[in-house]
C-alpha cells in the first residue's frame, strides 16, 4: 500500500526557517518524481517544486524561488522541502505528492498524482 | 505558463441528478510523448486531494463509474452522471504537462 506521510510543519516568524519531510512506504522511491503543492487557508491548490526521480533535477514556483529546497534521500525514502526566509503569504497547508515516473518504468502506465500525503500545516506570522 | 481555466467555479445540484465541470487550458496539453497529462482531483472538506481521473478519461483505481472524464487538446469535462451526498467537495483540474505544474481555480459541488 503506497503511503505518503507529511511533517515538520509548525508555526514560524516571518524571516524564518521551516524543514518540511515526506515519507514514502509502497512503492520504489526513486522510480518516480515527487512533487509539493500547498493550500493557503480558503485558497486553491498551488504547486510549489518537483524534484525528478534521481534527484539530478529541481523546478520551483516563482513564488518561492530562491527561498525553497527541494531534496530526496532515497536510501530513506523520504522527500524534503527546505524553507527560508518565510513570508506570511507561506501560511498553508502543504502536500507532497507522487508525480511522474523515470522512463524505465513509464511502460507501467502510472498516474500522475495518484497518491497524495495528508498535509503539513505552515503557519508565518509574528 | 499554461492557464488552466473551470468553470462554474460553484455547482448546486439535486441528489441523483447529473453534474458537469469544465476544464480549458490557454495551450495544448498533449506532451511530446503524446499523452495528455489531464487530471481532475476531488477534495472532500477537510481532506487532502484524492485523483478521480487521469489523462483526460482514465478513473482511477477504486473511482466509481459515476465519474467520467472526456475532451482532447485544450477543452477537458468531468461529469457526474448522479451525484451522491459523499460527491460534496471542491474540484480541481491539473495539468502535468508541462513545468510549472497549474490548477485550475476549483468548482464546488454541493447539494441543493
Known amino acids: 500500500e503506497v503511503q505518503l506521510l507529511d511533517s515538520g510543519g509548525g508555526l514560524v516568524q516571518p524571516g524564518g526557517s521551516l524543514r518540511l519531510s515526506c515519507a514514502a512506504s509502497g512503492f520504489i522511491f526513486s522510480d518516480y518524481a515527487m512533487t509539493w503543492v500547498r493550500q493557503a487557508p480558503g485558497r486553491g491548490l498551488e504547486w510549489v517544486s518537483t524534484?525528478?526521480?534521481?534527484?539530478?533535477?529541481?523546478f520551483y514556483a516563482d513564488s518561492v524561488k530562491g527561498r525553497f529546497t527541494i531534496s530526496r534521500d532515497s536510501f530513506k525514502g523520504t522527500l524534503y522541502l527546505q524553507m527560508n526566509s518565510l513570508r506570511a503569504e507561506d501560511t498553508a497547508v502543504y502536500y507532497c505528492?507522487?508525480?511522474?515516473?523515470?522512463?524505465?518504468?513509464?511502460?507501467?502506465?502510472?498516474?500522475?498524482?495518484?497518491?497524495w500525503g495528508q498535509g503539513t500545516l505552515v503557519t508565518v506570522s509574528s | 505558463d499554461i492557464v488552466m481555466t473551470q468553470t462554474p467555479l460553484s455547482s448546486p445540484v439535486t441528489l441523483g441528478q447529473p453534474a458537469s465541470i469544465s476544464c480549458k487550458s490557454s495551450?495544448?496539453?498533449?506532451?511530446?510523448?503524446?499523452?495528455?497529462?489531464l487530471n481532475w482531483l476531488q477534495q472532500r472538506p477537510g481532506q487532502p486531494p484524492r485523483l478521480l481521473i487521469y489523462q483526460i478519461s482514465n478513473r482511477f483505481s477504486g473511482v466509481p463509474d459515476r465519474f467520467s472524464g472526456s475532451g482532447a487538446g485544450t477543452d477537458f469535462t468531468l461529469t457526474i452522471s448522479r451525484v451522491e451526498a459523499e460527491d460534496v467537495g471542491v474540484y480541481y483540474c491539473l495539468q502535468a504537462t508541462e513545468f510549472p505544474r497549474t490548477f485550475g481555480q476549483g468548482t464546488k459541488v454541493e447539494i441543493k
Open positions: 524534484i525528478t526521480g534521481s534527484g539530478d533535477r529541481t
Open positions: 495551450q495544448s496539453l498533449v506532451h511530446s510523448d503524446g499523452n495528455t497529462y
Open positions: 505528492a507522487k508525480d511522474y515516473p523515470i522512463a524505465a518504468v513509464k511502460f507501467r502506465g502510472d498516474a500522475l498524482f495518484d497518491f
